[in-house]
């Protein structure tokens, strides 16, 4: 239950080849899964009952792409079709969805105070975070390459069933409990200042009279 601090990935030196120029290594090994015969390759969205760990394998080293999200949120929506075109990217990679409001406790394991979150697993063990602003497929797939090395299939763009699913790109009305929290926190905060500043001066000498006057 204590949370999951992320790895400090360091660029491994370059190799030389013959004296000539490196060839960078990658920063994550990941193994690549055995595609043979699998012809759909679809982003799988947990529910409410389903652990992550159930998921992930601590004895393998393959790699997977999770992201943490909820459906009110305008960013995850805007996301969601670049995140649903990555499995035809990388067919060699996973790609697991989850509900962050559903699974609060993962979030706070894994250091999630605001979504989407997108984080990169080599088998049970969180490797990187995705942290770039411009959330797109060209970005996902730089961070991708440049953690593990893979390279994405070219062919690959955003389509219109990427639009409707299966990480949906409507919103959906709902509670924004993160916000709600922050925004309860800094009133507690402000209401607990002001008390604390009208006690410290009515301690101090002389301010009692000039509410009395």
Same mark, same amino acid.
């Given at each position: 239950?204590?949370?999951?601090?992320?790895?400090?990935?360091?660029?491994?030196?370059?190799?030389?080849?013959?004296?000539?120029?490196?060839?960078?290594?990658?920063?994550?090994?990941?193994?690549?899964?055995?595609?043979?015969?699998?012809?759909?390759?679809?982003?799988?969205?947990?529910?409410?009952?389903?652990?992550?760990?159930?998921?992930?394998?601590?004895?393998?080293?393959?790699?997977?792409?999770?992201?943490?999200?909820? @459906?009110?949120? &305008? $960013?995850? #929506?805007?996301? /969601?079709?670049?995140?649903? *075109? !990555?499995?035809?990217? +990388? @067919?060699?990679? &996973? $790609?697991? #969805?989850?509900? /962050?409001?559903?699974?609060? *406790? !993962?979030?706070?394991? +894994?250091?999630?105070?605001?979504?989407?979150?997108?984080?990169?697993?080599?088998?049970?063990?969180?490797?990187?975070? +995705?942290?770039?602003?411009?959330?797109?497929?060209?970005?996902?797939?730089?961070?991708?390459?440049?953690?593990?090395?893979?390279?994405?299939?070219?062919?690959?763009?955003?389509?219109?069933?990427?639009?409707?699913?299966?990480?949906?790109?409507?919103?959906?009305?709902?509670?924004?409990?993160?916000?709600?929290?922050?925004?309860?926190?800094?009133?507690?905060?402000?209401?607990?200042?002001?008390?604390?500043?009208?006690?410290?001066?009515?301690?101090?000498?002389?301010?009692?009279?000039?509410?009395?006057?």
């Amino acid at each position: 239950g204590s949370p999951v601090v992320l790895e400090t990935v360091l660029p491994a030196p370059a190799e030389e080849a013959n004296g000539t120029e490196g060839v960078k290594t990658p920063k994550v090994n990941c193994e690549e899964r055995n595609v043979t015969g699998v012809e759909n390759f679809t982003l799988q969205i947990l529910n409410v009952s389903q652990d992550l760990m159930e998921f992930l394998n601590p004895n393998s080293s393959d790699c997977t792409l999770v992201l943490f999200y909820t @459906p009110w949120c &305008r $960013f995850s #929506a805007s996301l /969601a079709p670049h995140f649903n *075109s !990555l499995p035809r990217a +990388f @067919p060699t990679l &996973r $790609f697991l #969805a989850l509900d /962050a409001s559903q699974h609060s *406790s !993962l979030s706070t394991r +894994f250091g999630t105070v605001a979504v989407p979150n997108i984080l990169l697993f080599q088998g049970a063990k969180p490797m990187a975070r +995705f942290n770039h602003t411009d959330r797109t497929l060209e970005t996902l797939k730089d961070f991708i390459f440049n953690q593990t090395g893979i390279e994405a299939k070219k062919d690959v763009t955003v389509t219109e069933e990427d639009w409707e699913g299966p990480l949906p790109s409507v919103l959906t009305k709902g509670i924004d409990w993160l916000l709600l929290f922050s925004l309860l926190f800094l009133a507690s905060f402000i209401m607990y200042a002001t008390i604390r500043t009208e006690s410290i001066r009515w301690l101090i000498p002389g301010q009692e009279h000039e509410h009395q006057e």
